[in-house]
Each structure stands twice: as C-alpha cells, then as structure tokens.
C-alpha cells in the first residue's frame, strides 16, 4: 500500500515539474519585466532549488530500492552516479557560496539526462546501443509506470532538467537580473 501511494506522489510531482520546467522556460523567454519579483525569487534560490530536487530525488531512489525492494539496472545505476555527489557539490554551493561548483553539478546533471533518455529510448523498444542488464535485472523492466507513462527513468530525466532549470538561473542570475 505504501509502494502505490509513493508511486503516485512521486508521479504527480514528475508530472509537476514537468509543467513547472514549460512554464518557467516560457515566463523566462516572454517576461516583460526584467526586474521580475519571481523570476529574482528563483534565480537567487536557484541552488537552494536544485539542492533540495537532488536531495528528494535520492531519497525516492533509495525508497525504491531499500523499502520497495526494487533491484536497479545497470543504467539507473549510472544515473544515481550522476545524481548522488551532487547533494554534496550543492550544499557546499549553498555553504561556502562558491558558484563555480556548479560547473560540475550541470555536467553531472548532463550526463545523467543523457543517461535517462537513453533508458526511456530503450524502454519504449527502442534499439539497444549498449547492453544493459544488473545481474538477472533488465533495463526494460517497469516497477512503476502510473498515468500510462509516468516510469522510473522519466523520472529521473525530469529530476535532472529541473536541477539543469534551477541551476542555469542561479548561474547566470548576475546576466539575467540587469537585462
């Protein structure tokens, strides 16, 4: 029971920051207001933002594998590998406010967006470029798939477009606030 009631939360919010992701990219592009009181709000909390989808996003990885007892593949693997540092490169962004850093949280997040299109490619029947198995685990195994199309791997996807999303504000808030 917990299991179902995890998976439908944690699919309203993929879906959420889906449309938070389109809305924002177009209230950024179309803002009249160069001086918006939102925009500001999220470009100067934008770290902060992105800490807290890492944070959450390993949370709901570790519940699917601790509580669920959902055994991962070799690429959602890899996309943990992508995630998992960036709790740590993020909070010492927020600490030591050393923004440089973030170079290497936006390629991580990269990397593992990469990572998760591939997996939806191949779980879609896409054809495999690279063998993709966890021991008895294949990567077109579905544990979750609410909504007809809300999977493990979309969710990963959207996990790191929203920390790329809060991370190129905050990154470029200086370029963005005076135009």
Do not use: W
Not at 6 to 31: A, D, E, P
């Amino acid at each position: 029971m917990v299991i179902i009631i995890v998976n439908k939360i944690l699919s309203v919010l993929t879906i959420g920051s889906g449309l938070f992701i389109v809305v924002g990219l177009i209230y950024f592009l179309l803002r009249k207001n160069k001086k918006d009181f939102i925009l500001s709000f999220f470009v100067k909390n934008g770290v902060f933002f992105a800490f807290l989808v890492s944070f959450f996003a390993a949370t709901g990885s570790f519940f699917y594998s601790e509580v669920a007892h959902f055994e991962p593949c070799s690429l959602c693997i890899i996309q943990r590998i992508f995630l998992f540092p960036q709790i740590a490169l993020l909070l010492a962004v927020l600490i030591t406010k050393n923004i440089r850093v973030l170079f290497y949280s936006l390629l991580l997040s990269l990397l593992g967006g990469i990572t998760a299109l591939y997996h939806i490619y191949i779980s879609y029947g896409g054809k495999e470029i690279l063998p993709c198995s966890a021991g008895e685990v294949s990567c077109l195994a579905r544990y979750v798939f609410e909504f007809g199309f809300v999977t493990i791997p979309l969710m990963s996807l959207l996990t790191f477009f929203l920390i790329i999303f809060f991370l190129f504000l905050s990154r470029f808030q200086n370029t963005i606030l005076r135009t």
